[in-house]
């Protein structure tokens, strides 16, 4: 009694996941309750992205064992813009280019279709404003193509705009802080921390400095399709000091 309930947003485990019949993840186990932020590290190639995909459904990760539970439900059937309807939500390591669809059309259709009804255009013009402020994003961005001939920090700033608007329950974020600058590596920190609260988070990060800014509960490591080690925000300074050798000894 008196006790804290763990609101449970995410719960994968035993997770097998093959590409094209190789398999990439090998029986991995992850729990993440809403208002909790968890990063996970590990080497290029070690299946991070994969596993961000194959929560938020990507059809060409297949689920060979184990499951995917979000908000208490199995989700194996669920289309990408179901799980996206039901708060989930992806920022892309690589976001794409969408050449001919503008930022502006691009992000009321996204807020449009996630929340079930267009947002009145006055208070969307606003909220936008806004958040792009928050984001020191200049307004000429709205009438630029989707990540046509963004810089690589002006991508991953779009993404930061699209979570501010859409305040998933659950944010996958990878590699998020690549490519930004001192100052959008801050601002783009202060993002994630404005939704933190009420939110689950997934930062998949290589480096520690993002995780001196947004404060992760849990740090976990991935190798080889495992979580193989878990622990504070003491274990991505290990990392950060020590690389990944001595993790591979451990298992
Ligand atoms: N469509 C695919 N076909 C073949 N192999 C794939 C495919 N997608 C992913 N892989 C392989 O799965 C492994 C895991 O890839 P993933 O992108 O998940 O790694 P990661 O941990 O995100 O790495 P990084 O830190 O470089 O982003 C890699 O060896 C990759 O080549
Ligand atoms: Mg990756």
Request: proline share 4%; net charge negative.
């Amino acid at each position: 009694m008196g006790e804290m309930m763990s609101d449970e947003l995410l719960r994968v485990e035993n997770l097998h996941v093959s590409v094209e019949g190789t398999p990439i993840l090998k029986g991995l186990n992850l729990t993440i309750n809403r208002g909790e932020i968890h990063a996970i590290m590990g080497r290029n190639g070690a299946g991070k992205s994969t596993l961000a995909s194959v929560i938020m459904g990507h059809p060409a990760y297949n689920i060979t064992q184990g499951t995917i539970h979000y908000k208490g439900s199995n989700i194996e059937d669920m289309e990408v813009f179901e799980r996206a309807r039901d708060g989930m939500f992806l920022s892309f390591q690589y976001p794409a280019a969408i050449p001919g669809v503008q930022v502006g059309t691009f992000l009321r259709k996204s807020v449009a279709s996630v929340r079930g009804e267009a947002p009145p255009p006055r208070e969307f013009r606003k909220e936008l404003k806004d958040a792009m402020e928050n984001l020191s994003m200049d307004r000429s961005f709205l009438s630029r193509y989707v990540n046509q001939g963004f810089s690589g920090g002006e991508k991953k700033r779009l993404e930061i705009l699209q979570l501010l608007l859409l305040q998933p329950d659950l944010a996958l974020l990878d590699e998020t802080d690549s490519g930004l600058d001192i100052d959008a590596l801050r601002i783009v920190a202060e993002g994630i921390n404005s939704v933190a609260q009420n939110t689950g988070c997934l930062i998949i990060t290589h480096y520690q400095r993002l995780l001196d800014l947004v404060k992760p509960d849990v740090v976990h490591v991935l190798l080889d399709g495992k979580i193989v080690q878990s622990g504070g925000p003491e274990l991505a300074l290990k990392l950060e000091n020590e690389g990944y050798d001595w993790v591979e000894a451990l298992v």
